[in-house]
């Protein structure tokens, strides 16, 4: 099982960021070319229904599986970066963290009017960047069709601030 394997695979590196924090590491999994390419593939095969004019990949790690599902989908590419690091003109979104608040940003048009966008990020946590993604697509007029992560941390009930958006929560592995 797909689910299985990345617990297997994912590490754990203790105290990172910070004291007390156990860091879920994907990069172990981006080392297997045929991993990767399962997970896209369970990524589509789940997501079949649901509507996606272009996907959102929030930096740096939703990049990764989020650049290559949209690929994989043939739909358009939209990054979400730290405020600061996109030229021309940019939306931004501001978010709560335990020690202050953190802004990310998307360019300006990036999103038409009317489109279904799913938003991509390797983990699902608190939920706090997640729903900031999730104001950006809705300031340009999309709509959020839906979320993929591969790792979601159960315990810290991030899903329970983003059902509100949409319900559509597509994780592969559970901690």
Same mark, same amino acid.
């Given at each position: %099982?797909?689910? /299985?394997?990345?617990? +297997?695979?994912?590490? /754990?590196?203790? /105290? ?13 999994? !981006?080392? =297997?070319? &045929? !991993?990767?390419?399962?997970?896209? #593939?369970?990524?589509?095969? +789940? !997501?079949?229904?649901?509507?996606? /004019? ?33 030229? $021309? ?7 709560? !963290? #335990? ?6 940003? %998307? ?14 990020? &390797?983990?699902?946590?608190? $939920? $706090? ?8 697509? @809705?300031?340009?007029?999309? @709509? ?9 941390? &159960?315990?810290? =009930? ?5 059902? &509100?958006?949409?319900? =559509?929560? +597509? ?5």
């Amino acid at each position: %099982m797909l689910a /299985d394997r990345l617990k +297997n695979t994912i590490r /754990d590196i203790h /105290d990172f960021p910070k004291p007390g924090i156990v860091f879920k590491d994907i990069t172990p999994v !981006l080392l =297997n070319a &045929d !991993l990767c390419t399962e997970v896209v #593939e369970e990524f589509a095969k +789940n !997501l079949k229904s649901t509507p996606i /004019d272009a996907i959102a990949g929030i930096e740096s790690r939703g990049f990764l599986f989020g650049f290559l599902l949209a690929q994989r989908l043939k739909k358009p590419f939209i990054l979400i970066r730290k405020a600061g690091k996109l030229p $021309g003109k940019t939306i931004s979104a501001s978010y709560a !963290l #335990e020690y202050g608040t953190a802004k990310i940003e %998307m360019h300006e048009g990036a999103v038409q009017k009317g489109w279904n966008v799913l938003i991509h990020d &390797d983990l699902l946590a608190t $939920g $706090g960047t997640t729903a900031a993604a999730a104001e950006l697509i @809705i300031k340009q007029e999309g @709509i959020v069709s839906g979320f993929a992560f591969v790792v979601e941390l &159960d315990f810290l =009930n991030g899903k329970e601030r983003i059902t &509100d958006i949409s319900k =559509n929560i +597509n994780s592969i592995v559970h901690f």
